[in-house]
């Protein structure tokens, strides 16, 4: 079976937002603040069986999340030494017979600011969130990217450089999505923290995404 390695995402410390929305919404083993966690994601999605199984077996980490859908498959695992998650790492990519630079580099798909949203539009959203709630009046950060995956890198970065709230993220799936809400000034340095983590991700180029 031929297997591509979508994402390879380390995240030195995992921020108290991002963890306590992996906490919420995961039925694997569950982070804390400071955690050193590496996220994978491939093509077709079974294989991500077998990469847990190496990494289980090889290392001391253990596994939030894991995601198998036909096309995609996504794992996170994590840990308090970060020398165990970077061994996992390489027990993982010597399993898929690559390296990291065959990683596919992240695709900026879309993003927008929208300033002072309106009480009605806020309401929409958290009806359909499971993180913390955007407010009346406040800045809303909208991220997508291809692969999904990279859309962990851009919260945990966009949390550790600004004073924002962590509305939702969906990390798997074709699209990764981030909702982020905040003064209009955290927002945008949240905004230019996320986009500069993507940018510095090296890798091969995605196939380009065709908006029609």
Same mark, same amino acid.
């Given at each position: 079976?031929?297997i591509? $390695?979508?994402?390879?995402?380390f +995240?030195?410390? +995992?921020? /108290?937002?991002?963890?306590?929305?992996?906490g919420?919404?995961?039925r694997?083993?569950?982070?804390?603040?400071?955690?050193?966690?590496?996220w994978?994601?491939?093509? =077709?999605?079974?294989?991500?069986?077998?990469?847990?199984?190496?990494? +289980?077996k090889?290392?001391?980490?253990?596994? &939030?999340?894991?995601?198998?859908e036909? &096309?995609?498959?996504?794992?996170?695992?994590h840990?308090w030494d970060?020398?165990?998650?970077?061994?996992?790492?390489?027990?993982?990519?010597?399993?898929?017979?690559?390296?990291?630079?065959?990683?596919?580099?992240?695709?900026?798909?879309?993003?927008?600011?929208?300033?002072?949203?309106?009480?009605?539009?806020?309401?929409?959203?958290?009806?359909?969130?499971?993180?913390?709630?955007?407010l =009346?009046?406040?800045?809303?950060?909208?991220?997508?990217?291809?692969p &999904?995956?990279?859309?962990?890198?851009a919260?945990?970065?966009?949390?550790k450089?600004?004073?924002?709230?962590? %509305?939702d993220?969906?990390?798997?799936?074709?699209?990764?999505? $981030?909702? +982020?809400?905040?003064?209009?000034?955290? %927002?945008?340095?949240?905004?230019?923290?996320?986009? &500069?983590?993507?940018e510095?991700?090296t890798?091969?180029? /995605? =196939?380009?995404?065709?908006?029609?």
């Amino acid at each position: 079976m031929s297997i591509t $390695l979508r994402s390879f995402v380390f +995240l030195d410390s +995992l921020q /108290p937002q991002l963890t306590s929305y992996i906490g919420k919404t995961s039925r694997g083993f569950l982070p804390v603040p400071e955690m050193a966690s590496l996220w994978v994601e491939i093509a =077709p999605g079974i294989a991500i069986n077998r990469i847990t199984d190496n990494a +289980l077996k090889a290392t001391t980490v253990v596994p &939030a999340v894991q995601v198998v859908e036909r &096309a995609y498959g996504l794992l996170e695992v994590h840990d308090w030494d970060k020398g165990e998650v970077m061994s996992a790492g390489e027990v993982i990519l010597e399993g898929l017979e690559c390296s990291q630079d065959q990683r596919m580099k992240p695709q900026v798909v879309s993003n927008q600011v929208i300033r002072s949203v309106e009480a009605y539009q806020t309401q929409i959203i958290n009806r359909n969130s499971r993180g913390m709630m955007v407010l =009346p009046g406040q800045s809303l950060f909208i991220l997508e990217t291809m692969p &999904a995956a990279y859309i962990t890198l851009a919260a945990n970065e966009a949390e550790k450089a600004a004073d924002i709230s962590l %509305i939702d993220i969906r990390p798997y799936g074709a699209f990764g999505r $981030l909702y +982020l809400s905040g003064t209009e000034a955290e %927002i945008d340095a949240a905004r230019e923290a996320a986009l &500069a983590a993507l940018e510095g991700v090296t890798g091969i180029e /995605p =196939p380009k995404f065709r908006d029609k």
